[in-house]
């Protein structure tokens, strides 16, 4: 594994949300983390790939009939 590793704090700060959301991925185990002595790291690609995953983007307008 390549890259960059993250602290909790980092990761938070790039999603815009508290420390606690990304605590919360890792306990649950929705994102990939590193153990590094009794730290918690998360790789930047993990970080990347995990914002692609959840990423929706938005439905272009239907040509045609104009709905009433």
Do not use: C, K, W
């Not at 990304?22 to 690609?45: A, C, D, M, N, W």
């Amino acid at each position: 594994m390549s890259g960059r590793l993250l602290t909790v704090e980092q990761v938070a700060e790039r999603l815009g949300t508290s420390v606690r959301f990304p605590r919360r991925l890792i306990s649950e185990r929705r994102i990939t983390f590193v153990h590094v002595g009794r730290h918690v790291r998360i790789p930047e690609r993990e970080l990347e790939d995990f914002i692609a995953l959840h990423t929706t983007n938005p439905i272009s307008r239907r040509r045609g009939r104009a709905v009433a």
